[in-house]
T-cell receptor
Framework: AQSVTQPDIHITVSEGASLELRCNYS??????LFWYVQSPGQGLQLLLK??????LVQGIKGFEAEFKRSQSSFNLRKPSVHWSDAAEYFC??????????????FGKGTHLIIQP | NAGVTQTPKFRILKIGQSMTLQCTQD?????MYWYRQDPGMGLKLIYY???????DKGEVPNGYNVSRSTTEDFPLRLELAAPSQTSVYFC????????????FGPGTRLTVT
């Protein structure tokens, strides 16, 4: 069965500084990878996704992510964060889950705090 | 365009009570999903549907039931509420399977006491 690990529960970054959120996955085949963002009290919104092709993918709000097959990683980056980026970030792999169900398997999330 | 809507936003249930969480999407998506989100645990798939009349279990289906009589609606039923079902519930939809973007509703925060 597939799994997703986000090793950082909380990350604090100063406004204007660069950001990297880590994500490692475990999946036997070519993964479909996603990053979602959840603002307080809101549902999840897709930032970007990777299926195949160029391993550096661009997303909304100035985010990008790089797929590294050799490291089973899909880290999210942003060169300069804004206070509005404070949120919960989830990495997910799309696959048939255990028992044949279709859906996303999520990591536990990384809570991003922006310092002024 | 409303997207995915969920009602209610908040609910407190007593142990043993039942309720239905409503979910509606207006994007004509075939696939719909129910997830639960527990603190520090990410989201877990409860049930999903690939079209009207077709539903299937996800990772954590016990204690829940679903139905899909129309493309737009995908209600989640809790028959005998238990404290372990205290969670935030998210409904989502997508045009096709897990390879496609899922659109999420705002969530329902449920407390069972």
């Amino acid at each position: 069965a597939q799994s997703v690990t986000q090793p950082d529960i909380h990350i604090t970054v100063s406004e204007g500084a660069s950001l990297e959120l880590r994500c490692n996955y475990s999946y036997g085949a070519t993964p479909y990878l996603f990053w979602y963002v959840q603002s307080p009290g809101q549902g999840l919104q897709l930032l970007l996704k990777y299926f195949s092709g160029d391993t550096l993918v661009q997303g909304i709000k100035g985010f990008e992510a790089e797929f590294k097959r050799s490291q089973s990683s899909f880290n999210l980056r942003k060169p300069s964060v804004h206070w509005s980026d404070a949120a919960e970030y989830f990495c997910a792999v799309g696959a048939r889950t255990g028992g044949g169900a279709d859906g996303l398997t999520f990591g536990k999330g990384t809570h991003l705090i922006i310092q002024p | 365009n409303a997207g995915v809507t969920q009602t209610p936003k908040f609910r407190i249930l007593k142990i043993g009570q039942s309720m239905t969480l409503q979910c509606t999407q207006d994007m004509n998506h075939n696939y719909m999903y129910w997830y639960r989100q527990d603190p520090g645990m990410g989201l877990k798939l409860i049930y999903y549907s690939v079209g009207a009349g077709i539903t299937d279990k996800g990772e954590v289906p016990n204690g829940y039931n679903v139905s899909r009589s129309t493309t737009e609606d995908f209600p989640l039923r809790l028959e005998l509420a238990a404290p372990s079902q205290t969670s935030v519930y998210f409904c989502a939809s997508s045009e096709r399977d897990y390879t496609y973007e899922q659109y999420f509703g705002p969530g329902t925060r449920l407390t069972v006491t």
